[in-house]
């Protein structure tokens, strides 16, 4: 090939060449520079509490004389002992996660001149969530049932709620356990049960003291709500069926309310929603590594920064320890 011909030929290929490299020069100079100023923002989805699985979580809620829900709290103002002895606190959080709760509602024949309203107030407590909030419906009378799955579309379980009739005996106890079951199966680590009733359990096949053990295995709070409605009702003061909802509460760290009218109920849901979302979340590993199953008790102190008075601190008052084998066991 002479010179000439060779000239032609490079000058063809680089013509052909040319919009190739064009493109490419065309596709560096429009990409945006690799620094946080000139990224775009992602704006944060609701956040996600994700912690190594052998700290031990601990749900606090703190509140001022007034019974105010105080925020703006850090870890260097709280204290946590495990059995007397005091735990470095590992993990600390003060924002809105989200959680996986069950409504146990009452649809027993005592609630017939209740249940349009309480079914409103539980409608107010679902319309508080996070779009990743998820929740379930255990309806209970004679027995309970899972009457809607775990959804985030609360229109679901209003649906639900509005169709029941009131009618039969009480099983509350068994609709409890069937709760915290089925809150196994939820998606969030946080979790809860609000519970809606008027009486005292007279159906159900699980007792009391099984109801109450089972609940000490699980990381749940319970918020109970009993309807009390004249001075003879079964969860008025002293009574048996007050106590129970009083102690499962007290236990998990939730809250018990005795409203004696149902047009309170719809504030007092408030109350739980918007304590729900203004809790503190404390981590700790335990300074006891012994995997024996054996129940722990706890104790949260809350030192308060300079100026502020003395303030109330709620959480559970203990966990079980985890066994050797703990998929034989079930307890976590």
């Known amino acids: 090939m002479g010179r000439k011909e060779s000239i032609i030929l490079a000058v063809a290929c680089a013509l052909i060449a040319l919009p190739v490299m064009m493109a490419a020069y065309a596709g560096q100079s429009q990409k945006p520079p690799d620094t946080a100023v000139d990224k775009p923002q992602t704006p944060p989805k609701n956040p996600t509490l ?33 059995d ?57 009378a004679n027995r309970p049932e899972v009457a809607e799955d775990f959804t985030t579309d609360v229109t679901r379980l209003q649906n639900r709620l509005i169709f029941t009739p009131a009618k039969g005996m009480t099983a509350m106890y068994d609709s409890v356990y069937l709760g915290l079951e089925k809150l196994k199966e939820g998606n969030n680590p946080k979790k809860a049960l609000l519970l809606i009733t008027d009486g005292e359990d007279n159906r159900s096949r699980y007792t009391f003291s099984n109801v109450k053990d089972f ?41 018990a309310f005795f ?8 504030d007092i849901c408030t109350k739980i929603a918007v304590e729900l979302k203004n809790q503190y979340v404390i981590g700790y590993s335990s300074t006891n590594a012994a995997k024996d199953g054996k129940w722990r008790k706890l104790r949260l102190k809350i030192n308060p920064p300079k100026g502020l008075p003395h303030l109330n601190v709620r959480s559970k008052s203990g966990y079980y320890a985890p066994l050797a084998d703990a998929a034989t066991t079930g307890r976590n």
């Open 259 to 266: 409203p004696d009218s149902v047009y309170d109920l719809e």
């Open 50 to 82: 994700k912690v190594d699985v052998d700290l031990v979580l601990v749900n606090a809620t703190v509140t001022d004389p007034q019974n105010r829900y105080v925020t703006g709290l850090e870890k260097e103002h709280f204290q946590i002992w495990e």
């Open 84 to 140: 007397k002895l005091e735990q470095k606190i590992e993990y600390f959080s003060a924002e809105d996660v989200p959680i996986s709760l069950g409504v146990i509602f009452d649809v027993s024949g005592s609630m017939k001149d209740k249940i349009s309203t309480a079914r409103d107030a539980a409608v107010t407590f679902l319309k508080t969530g996070n779009p990743e909030d998820e929740y379930f419906l255990v309806e209970f």
């Open 215 to 255: 609940v000490k295995e699980q990381d749940v709070q319970i918020y109970g709500i009993g309807i009390v409605d004249n001075f003879n009702s079964q969860l008025g003061s002293g009574h048996t069926g007050r106590a129970m909802v009083e102690e499962l509460s007290d236990l998990t760290g939730g809250r």
